[in-house]
């Protein structure tokens, strides 16, 4: 694991925000049901901060992660990147905007069994102009010498490093991450949230992850919380502990 060090200070103010989403409704219907996901959520993701969203499941977090990653559109409202208007975009350049800003790390990692870790992150830097080396990558999560492993080879927590690593290979502005632990014992999943948080402080990239477990937000530098399609509170942590800090 890396030692954390500061990030370099920036010309912007601390509360610029990087993307913003005002009035976001997200409806879609389930046979004869209209489901309404997102009720009107005004969002932003400031730069270079560690966001956590906090719902319970159905609460809209993974809706609205999926909506600023570009990933889906609003049935209504404004998604703002910068000057950017993704509620506007087209189906082309939401791809572009995904594969040059954003990193997501889901749940389930998603790697290629017949591709060591290093290939797996090279899947990634081949897309990109800016990139990583993959085995720079899987340095900063701390895999240098696993980059020659399988997935079958490597632990659950290991394998979800990779997809970290995979996933910030690029140098995304923003890195999305959805239920990261949610399906790793609790020593893995403070590993792994070690690496989110040393990612963030380190390349300076703004960060949202999204979780139902609420000790979780003990590391975030701001807390968001959802429930039925709505936030019912925005909040900044003032005492933020690291993850080993956390109390469970």
């Known amino acids: 694991m890396i030692a954390s060090r500061a990030v370099e200070p920036s010309t912007d103010s601390p509360r610029s925000s990087v993307l ?41 977090k993974s809706t609205l992660l999926n909506i600023v990653g570009g990933l889906d559109v609003p ?21 572009e905007y995904r594969r040059r800003h954003v990193g997501f790390v889901f749940q ?40 020659d492993h399988f997935p079958a080879q ?3 927590g290991e394998q979800q490093r990779v997809a970290i690593a995979r996933a910030i290979a690029k140098r995304p502005h923003l890195l999305l991450c959805d239920e990261p632990t949610g ?12 690496v989110i948080e040393n990612v963030n402080r380190q390349l300076g990239t703004s960060t949202a992850l999204i979780t139902h477990n609420a000790p979780v937000a003990q590391m975030a530098d701001r807390v968001i919380t959802l429930a039925d399609g709505l936030i019912t509170a925005d909040r900044p942590n003032s005492e933020r502990k690291s993850p080993r800090e956390i109390v469970w």
Not at 75 to 95: I, N, P
Not at 113 to 121: C, G, I, R, W
Not at 183 to 194: F, I, Q
Request: no cysteine; glycine share 10%; charged share 20%.
């Open 154 to 156: 490597l632990s659950g």
């Open 20 to 60: 913003s989403a005002r009035g976001v409704h997200k409806s879609y219907q389930m046979g004869e049901v209209l489901v309404h996901a997102l009720r009107g959520v005004d969002f932003d993701l400031f730069r270079g901060e560690l966001l956590v969203l906090l719902g319970a499941s159905g609460s809209g």
């Open 75 to 95: 049935t209504s409202g404004t998604v703002r990147y910068e000057d950017r208007d993704l509620s506007q975009a087209s189906d082309a350049q939401l791809t």
């Open 183 to 194: 399906a790793l014992d609790y020593r893995t999943g403070v590993a792994v949230l070690e």
């Open 108 to 147: 389930f990692y998603n790697l290629i069994p017949s591709l060591t870790a290093a290939e797996n992150v090279d899947l990634v830097t081949e897309i990109s102009d800016e990139s990583l080396p993959a085995r720079d990558a899987l340095g900063l999560v701390g895999l240098s010498e696993r980059a």
